[in-house]
């Protein structure tokens, strides 16, 4: 390398090491520092907002943070506005149940320079109460005549929360609960009672928060407590899911009890009382039964025996049209009726 080559290669050495900063001023930015899990742990979560590289001339510097269930945050669910270049939002309020959310930050400059973070999301919300036990979709049979319950509910900052609980009981089909206990703390319930046994049971919570936000979640179907030995009574219980279908459940569970051994007809009729269905006798189950429970799940005591549900077909195999029917146990000298609602397929 010649001496003029070297002089020139330091010269343009020595601009980069001492060229005034303000040349080059820093590019502003924002970003939001959030809880980094897919599904958030908490209903009211904290976020940190941070801007950066807005010089004395854009100060004081304004920032933006909202969160919505959508990218295009249309009807954003939080949108609020904060000065200063940092700032720490916690929710006052929860976040909506059980759904997607997405965030983002804005941050101006007095001069108006604007600058927006990218989009976080989607993220999950956890569903603000989830019922535990017991809760089987195709229902299930319980032995002790004062079950527990169980449930949970998503993790919430103090306020709004802590979270206060109403427990119900309710039967079958009645809208009106048979019991209700209020005030709860725990997520667990014992009622101080004995259930009776071979009757149907229904069972539903509703959570409150301080704001006066609430939600109430009602079983997926039916528990009944049967006596440990032989049925005490010849019984036909309510259908589930009823109406049906319902969800991925294509069949309605059709349970019923036999004092003693027993000629049985289980029939469906429409409204007009024709029949449109006979489930016994059929190839499968003779006329002739033995005292026993029916229709229960052979390995659990619950769900669902295919033997005895119904898939909104006639005797053909061809789907009747949907409405109301007539469930009919003909046996032990009664005549047992219930209603099913068939939504059609």
């Keep these: 390398m010649t001496p003029r080559v070297a002089l020139a290669a330091l010269s343009v050495l020595a601009a980069g090491v001492f060229a005034d900063p303000a040349a080059h001023p820093a590019v502003p930015t924002v970003e939001v520092l959030a809880p980094p899990d897919d599904t958030l742990a908490s209903l009211t979560p904290t976020f940190t907002i941070a801007a950066s590289g807005f010089d004395g001339a854009q100060h004081p510097v304004t920032l933006r943070f909202q969160v919505a269930d959508n990218p295009l945050f249309t009807g954003a669910i939080v949108d609020t506005t904060l000065a200063g270049d940092t700032a720490t939002v916690t929710l006052p309020r929860p976040l909506p149940d059980d759904r997607e959310i997405f965030w983002r930050a804005t941050a101006r400059g007095s001069e108006g320079t604007t600058v927006t973070s990218e989009v976080a999301g989607p993220r999950f919300v956890r569903p603000w109460l989830r019922l535990i036990d017991p809760n089987v979709p195709v229902g299930v049979t319980l032995s002790n005549p004062r079950p527990m319950f169980v449930w949970s509910s998503a993790a919430v900052e103090t306020p709004p929360g802590p979270w206060t609980y109403s427990f119900e009981l309710l039967g079958p089909s009645s809208l009106l609960p048979l019991f209700t206990a209020s005030g709860l703390v725990d997520t667990t319930f014992t009622p101080g009672f004995d259930l009776d046994f071979n009757a149907s049971y229904r069972w539903r919570v509703t959570a409150r928060l301080t704001t006066g936000d ?79 429970r029916y229709g229960r799940a052979l ?22 049209a949907a409405g109301v029917y007539l469930l009919r146990l003909t046996a032990d000298g009664q005549a047992l009726t219930k209603k099913i609602v068939f939504r059609g397929r």
């Design 214 to 292: 609430s939600v109430r979640v009602a079983s997926a179907a039916s528990f009944v407590i049967v006596h440990p030995r032989r049925p005490v009574a010849t019984l036909l219980y309510q259908n589930f899911p009823n109406p049906f279908p319902r969800g991925v459940l294509a069949s309605t569970c059709i349970w019923f009890d036999l004092r003693e051994p027993a000629t049985v007809r289980l029939e469906i009729f429409d409204i007009r009382a024709n029949r449109v269905r006979q489930l016994v006798p059929s190839p499968a189950v003779p006329a002739l039964m033995p005292a026993g």
């Design 299 to 320: 390995d659990s005591g619950g769900g669902c025996d295919p033997l005895f549900a119904w898939d909104g077909a006639d005797d053909h195999g061809r789907p009747v």
